[in-house]
């Protein structure tokens, strides 16, 4: 099968290229004029690698807690409508049991296959929290962490864990988390408390990412710049959830210029009421109420997850930081998947996935191809 555009992402570059795909991946890229035995011609829409999103708890009414293949299932087609042809469906703070559930639940819907965008692993966010900063997480389920329990979760997983997400400032934290580095795990620093010292003691044990950068964690003070300031100036990926709501666009410009566009990865942050309407929904067990697309606790003003599509974050994050599309692009494509050591898919090369889609100028996906497979089309409109 042969793609072609004017618009090819090649590296940092929007060139005239035609794109052959066989056996579910990237054959070939070659530059050029539109061939004459092309299958796609997207002329005009801009052709770029599959989003990724590592950070979904649910989305289509369905949930990852759920732990039901359908509810994966729903969430991989809605996803690819919206240009996300990967995923890492993400936990939240509840029983050992339903967590463990969920994550069995995930391995399971990776070995059967899912319809649209395709299942990575699993991230578990809690319950190794602090209770200060747990957000929508239920502060009475949170634990301490210790190798044995962080064991309860994998043992079901079948290896299929990628990211756990960890506070700090919890008394064996490093320990743990050079045993995570060691199985190949990724560890995200978040919903911390942590002092700016903890934190980085952290990134040295082997921590390689943050966890919603801005979110879940206190202001930085000039006097204690805590995991705010470990979090900007070092060499960790900063997740960041752009809904416009979760994060200024100063605050999304300062992380840009500290962290570098190569540090940068969007998330969703998505919950079941993502591509629904306004109303009561659930994340985990917590009760949700959502006013004009903005999540929060019933009970309360905190903020609940999102409704965001990554597609929607990709374009509100050009509109905050004014980075140019070539390079923005990265940050739900080539970043989301560096910062998880994943390194088949997010770039536009031979050898990686074929997982491609392109986008109109406003940045709605009209064409997505996952694993070779056209999972929609719907023309150069």
């Not at 042809?85 to 069995?104: D, G, H, Q």
């Not at 070995?111 to 692993?121: N, P």
């Not at 998505?270 to 917590?286: E, H, K, N, P, R």
């Amino acid at each position: 099968m042969i793609i072609w555009s004017d618009k090819v992402l090649v590296g940092h570059r929007l060139i005239e290229a035609a794109i052959s795909v066989q056996d579910g991946l990237i054959k070939g890229v070659k530059p050029g004029a539109c061939p004459q035995d092309v299958d796609f011609n997207l002329e005009g829409l801009r052709v770029i690698p599959g989003l990724i999103d590592v950070h979904i708890h649910g989305c289509a009414g369905s949930d990852t807690m759920d732990a039901s293949y359908t509810s994966i299932n729903n969430m991989s087609k809605y996803l690819a409508v919206h240009g996300v042809t990967s995923f890492v469906p993400t936990t939240i703070t509840s029983s050992v049991y339903e967590v463990r559930r969920a994550l069995a639940n995930v391995a399971d819907a990776m070995d059967r296959g899912c319809a649209g965008a395709k299942v990575l692993g699993s991230s578990v966010e809690g319950p190794f929290l602090s209770p200060e900063y747990c957000g929508a997480h239920m502060e009475l389920l949170l634990e301490d962490i210790t190798i044995e329990r962080v064991e309860k979760y994998l043992e079901v997983s079948r290896d299929t864990v990628l990211n756990i997400t960890i506070a700090p400032e919890l008394t064996r934290a490093p320990e743990v988390i050079q045993y995570l580095r060691s199985k190949k795990i990724n560890v995200s620093i978040g919903h911390s408390g942590a002092s700016f010292r903890r934190a980085m003691e952290a990134v040295v044990a082997g921590a390689n990412r943050i966890t919603h950068i801005y979110n879940g964690m206190p202001p930085m003070h000039h006097r204690e710049t805590g995991v705010l300031g470990a979090a900007l100036l070092s060499d960790t990926y900063a997740e960041m959830i752009c809904d416009r709501v979760h994060v200024d666009a100063p605050a999304a410009e300062i992380a840009l210029r500290c962290k570098g566009p190569e540090k940068i990865v969007l998330v969703s942050d998505c919950i079941s009421a993502g591509g629904m309407l306004d109303g009561s929904y659930t994340l985990g067990s917590v009760k949700v109420q959502v006013k004009d697309g903005v999540a929060r606790i019933a009970s309360e003003e905190t903020l609940a997850g999102s409704t965001l599509s990554l597609d929607r974050a990709l374009a509100n994050y050009i509109y905050m930081t004014g980075e140019p599309f070539e390079r923005a692009v990265f940050t739900a494509t080539a970043n989301a998947a560096d910062s998880l050591g994943i390194d088949d898919r997010g770039r536009i090369e031979p050898g990686k996935c074929a997982d491609i889609i392109a986008v109109d100028d406003d940045i709605r996906p009209l064409f997505v191809m996952i694993d070779g497979g056209v999972y929609r089309f719907v023309g150069n409109q």
